[in-house]
């Protein structure tokens, strides 16, 4: 699921990776972290949305 969402670098994927798993790690449940994971994958994907109205629009005033 993770690589699905990553577009870039195998070399910046395995740094967020890493990071992904240390700060899973502080989780006691299951459920904490499935909630992490899913506000962390809304949260890349808005991003990429936001990116792509702005340069859209921007192609449009011009």
């Not at 699905?4 to 395995?14: D, F, I, Y």
């Not at 449940?29 to 506000?39: G, M």
Request: proline share 0%.
């Amino acid at each position: 699921m993770i690589a699905s969402l990553h577009c870039g670098s195998s070399r910046t994927w395995s740094t967020k990776y890493s990071t992904f798993q240390s700060h899973n790690k502080a989780f006691k449940s299951d459920s904490q972290r499935l909630a992490f994971s899913l506000r962390s994958s809304v949260a890349k994907r808005c991003s990429h949305l936001n990116a792509a109205l702005c340069d859209r629009s921007s192609q449009q005033n011009s």
